[in-house]
T-cell receptor
Framework: AQSVTQLDSQVPVFEEAPVELRCNYSSSVSVYLFWYVQYPNQGLQLLLKYLSGSTLVKGINGFEAEFNKSQTSFHLRKPSVHISDTAEYFCAVSDPLNAGNNRKLIWGLGTSLAVNP | EAQVTQNPRYLITVTGKKLTVTCSQNMNHEYMSWYRQDPGLGLRQIYYSMNVEVTDKGDVPEGYKVSRKEKRNFPLILESPSPNQTSLYFC?????????????FGPGTRLTVL
């Protein structure tokens, strides 16, 4: 069964520093990959997704992620973070070969990004 | 504005007292689901619905019921809540269940069962 591992549960970083949030998934077959963000006291919203094509995906708020099939990874990056990026970040995978009707997302446990001044 | 709404946002109740958390979307989405979010356990799917009158169990359905009588609404029912159902609940919707679609989440309902 597909699984998602977010390698860091917490990432503290100073404002304007670069950040990378790591995500690995278990299966090497074709997958769809997502990053969602949850700001304090809010629901989740999509940052970006990879379905096919270019392995470098750009999302909202200056974030980007790179799909690496050989390493089964989908790490999220931002070159310069702001205080407002403080949030919980979730990586998720959907398996297009899932024969069932519920092609649900398999979620990582989340990475808490804390941006300090 | 395209959105998923949930009510109530916060609820404190006692063991055994039936409650309903409402969820409504205005995007004409076919697929809706309920999640619970717990520290250290991440997001777990409770129930999902492919369309009107079509619902099925997710990963943690015990103690919950749902219904989908209209496309826009997907209420979550706890007929006899217990303290282990204290959690943060999210409703989500997407255009379809294809797995490529963006999921849109409600703001969450924080439930405490005493």
């Amino acid at each position: 069964a597909q699984s998602v591992t977010q390698l860091d549960s917490q990432v503290p970083v100073f404002e304007e520093a670069p950040v990378e949030l790591r995500c690995n998934y278990s299966s090497s077959v074709s997958v769809y990959l997502f990053w969602y963000v949850q700001y304090p006291n809010q629901g989740l919203q999509l940052l970006l997704k990879y379905l096919s094509g270019s392995t470098l995906v750009k999302g909202i708020n200056g974030f980007e992620a790179e799909f690496n099939k050989s390493q089964t990874s989908f790490h999220l990056r931002k070159p310069s973070v702001h205080i407002s990026d403080t949030a919980e970040y979730f990586c998720a995978v959907s398996d297009p070969l899932n024969a069932g009707n519920n092609r649900k997302l398999i979620w990582g446990l989340g990475t808490s990004l804390a941006v300090n001044p | 504005e395209a959105q998923v709404t949930q009510n109530p946002r916060y609820l404190i109740t006692v063991t055994g007292k039936k409650l309903t958390v409402t969820c409504s979307q205005n995007m004409n989405h076919e697929y809706m689901s309920w999640y619970r979010q717990d520290p250290g356990l991440g997001l777990r799917q409770i129930y999902y619905s492919m369309n009107v009158e079509v619902t099925d169990k997710g990963d943690v359905p015990e103690g919950y019921k749902v219904s989908r009588k209209e496309k826009r609404n997907f209420p979550l029912i706890l007929e006899s809540p217990s303290p282990n159902q204290t959690s943060l609940y999210f409703c989500a919707s997407s255009l379809s269940s294809r797995g490529t679609d963006t999921q849109y989440f409600g703001p969450g309902t924080r439930l405490t069962v005493l």
